[in-house]
């Protein structure tokens, strides 16, 4: 009984937060985006507590009518975690949630935006949402892996909150497009397809084959293999880690929790 | 719990390219102390703009 009543809640929050997101789309569209996130923040804590989505419900709505402008954004900096931790914890409801999510992104890096603005900038060769996490905006910014993507107008999402990497590992697919990050060696959107450039790299391949033998053998067991890099613009070298392993920066959160 | 790190290098960066003449130049395939220290220090560096911590 309480489970079909917290249902039902969940879903109308839900509802609610999208109507709210609506009304500020006309206002203007990043900041529905942000309400629509708040809302769906709240959905997924409904679910874990009833009372306590309701709570969380009438705060957003109270920020609404304080603030039109800001409705939206105001909503997404006080709940946008909980949306995000609904888009892990919250199956069910995940992607109704996920169309809630802002994120910064390279195109606009003082603008939040939402996954659906990010679908419509895609290029047209471009199946993959790429995201990059790190420690802030400023630090991810400068990071060597991301020049390449900008060079070639590949937009990039910011994820500067550490429970953003988890939410998008959640996640994985958003509107049938894989959702990845550069930072991991699986990503292939910058290798070129075509023979003559696949040559070249088996070339450049057998060119540095002492180079990256005796890189491995240097660093033995710190590295799990050393390869030529397509991705890489002016710097020299780019740690990536494996598509199922740790990312740099979760390996940094699993260090400092003392288990 | 460790990441399973990949390095990957820049074929068209002149560092890479010093390095990899250098290594070709050594007899038994391995540079003199300089460039090992090099090495070393770019892979740190390395580490340290991909997000981790130097160890």
Redesign the interface.
């Known amino acids: 009984m309480i489970k079909v009543m917290s249902k039902k809640l969940v879903r109308k929050t839900i509802d609610m937060i999208k109507e709210l997101a609506a009304e500020a789309e006309e206002e203007e569209s990043s900041e529905e985006e942000a309400d629509a996130d708040g809302e769906k923040k709240e959905e997924s804590e409904e679910k874990e507590d009833e009372e306590k989505s309701d709570e969380k419900k009438d705060d957003a709505e109270k920020d609404k009518s304080e603030e039109e402008e800001d409705k939206y954004l105001t909503f997404w900096n006080n709940f946008g975690k909980s949306i995000k931790l609904g888009v892990i914890e919250d199956s069910s409801n995940r992607l109704k949630l996920a169309k809630l999510l802002r994120f910064y992104s390279t195109e606009d890096p003082d603008k939040l935006h939402s996954l659906d603005d990010y679908i419509g900038r895609m290029k047209s060769d471009q199946d993959t949402i790429l995201y990059l996490p790190g420690d802030s905006k400023s630090a991810i910014l400068k990071s060597p892996i991301l020049k390449k993507y900008k060079q070639k107008g590949y937009e990039v999402l910011l994820l500067d909150d550490p429970i953003d990497e988890f939410t998008t590992q959640h996640l994985t697919e958003y509107e049938k497009r894989k959702v990845k990050s550069i930072a991991k060696d699986d990503v292939s959107v910058l290798e070129d397809s075509d023979k003559n450039a696949k040559k070249k790299t088996q070339k450049l391949k057998e060119m540095y084959k002492p180079l990256t033998d005796w890189y491995k053998k240097h660093l033995g067991k710190q590295v799990e293999k050393v390869a030529i890099s397509q991705k890489l613009d002016d710097s020299p070298l780019f740690i990536f880690t494996s598509q199922y392993g740790f990312s740099a920066q979760m390996e940094k959160i699993n260090k400092a929790q003392a288990f | 719990?460790?990441?399973?790190?990949?390095?990957?290098?820049?074929?068209h960066?002149p560092?890479?390219k010093a390095?990899?003449e250098k290594?070709?130049e050594s007899e038994d395939?391995?540079?003199d102390e300089a460039s090992?220290e090099y090495?070393?220090l770019?892979?740190q560096m390395?580490?340290l703009?991909?997000?981790?911590?130097i160890e």
């Open positions: 719990m460790m990441a399973k790190k990949s390095l990957e290098i820049n074929p960066h560092v890479m390095l990899l290594i070709k395939n391995s540079p090992i090495a070393d770019l892979y390395a580490l703009q991909s997000g981790f911590a």
